[in-house]
């Protein structure tokens, strides 16, 4: 049997000018630094641990279910156990408007007792609920996991048979656009679930969900442009720079904003007109798929918007600040909304030709209207009047 000296001897604090091994990564002195010399209380709960074992001794804390939520029942409804059941339950349903708790323990659990104990967690900074939450925030997340495809089996990729080369080489680009923009819509929201605490897990799980989504958003674009022999083509500098907005907005809610109620917002009827334009079946079956998945995004974005201007302490500053970053914001995403490697391929499309690309451009300033008229839809549905601040024209600035 191992003694239990021989595991404990070396858990006393390194001294500090021993860190200077030339052949440990300087990352890696730092960290075993912290853990020996600052962090010492996992050491303390481990030689407890030890101890006990030690004596041959049961400790049986964990069944003593004073001042735990024992007995309180969850009833399933008719499309079984969901968050919402869950929450109907006080005991485990009771969300904070601002959470205290900066470590890994669930909310409902008997974290109370060990708090003491527990590690503070300093990355988990994101602590108010009116930052994360929107009231559909569970059902979308039952939907995400019901309505999930697969790219590689779920599209009938035998049936493609490219329609013609013109219209191939837009397709080709539109897909390499799509491509592009997919992987920052999948990033941001990285950016932000290790930051948000844990009592918001229902947040956390929807925003892995739309991860997973943007991941099979750009892998089925990526198919599609390689799979009928044109490939990948031009990437897009006008949108890469909105890319970088949206991944450095300076808070959650500025930047669900700015991709999910105004960027994602775009793509998405960029998918419905997609799936009309489509000359193929897959194309089609492409642009429906993505286009539910996307209506969660910016369906979310959007109470995300309301949610977070209801709940701050002060609305009219929360609303003159959303003001000036949404002036901002609107014009980088114009930036890439004008962008020829954009609109032309649509034009193309949406004219059945490069011949009859002026035709085509005539449904591209209806699309624009769209995209414009359903930004302040949504606008208007989260209490975030834009209609006479919006800095993006109401009409496509073609000259006919």
Known sequence: MTSVDNIVGDLAPLPTDGMSDPAIATDTQEYIHRYRNVHQQWGELLQTNLDRLDRGSFDLGWMDLEGSNWGTKVKPSSRGLTYTDMNRSKAYGTIPEVTEYRNFAPRGSMRDRYADQL??????DVLAKMHVWSDNLETLYEEAKVRQWNSTTDIPWHELKP??????????????????VEFVAGDFPSRWIYRIAPDFFEAKNFLVSQMMDEARHMEVFRKR????????????????WALKAI??????????????????????????????????????????????DEARHVSYGTLELKAYLEAAPDQQAALTDMHAFADLGEQIILTALTDPYILEPLAVLMGDGIKHIDDGMEGVTFLWATIVEEYLQRC????FDRREKCTIPLEYPWAA
Do not use: W
């Open 247 to 292: 991944l450095e907005s300076p808070t959650h809610s500025q930047g669900t904003f700015l991709l999910n109620v105004l960027g994602e917002g775009l793509v998405l009827s960029i998918f419905r007109a997609g799936e009309f334009l489509s000359k193929t079946h897959v194309d089609k079956e492409i642009f429906r798929l993505c286009m539910q």
């Open 119 to 124: 590690p503070v967690i300093d990355e988990y």
């Open 225 to 240: 442009a390689i799979a009928g022999g044109g490939g990948l083509l031009h990437p897009s500098p006008a949108f890469e």
């Open 163 to 180: 329609a013609s080369k013109d219209l191939e080489i837009a397709t080709c680009q539109l897909s390499t656009f799509l491509t592009e």
């Open 380 to 383: 208007d549905r989260a209490g």
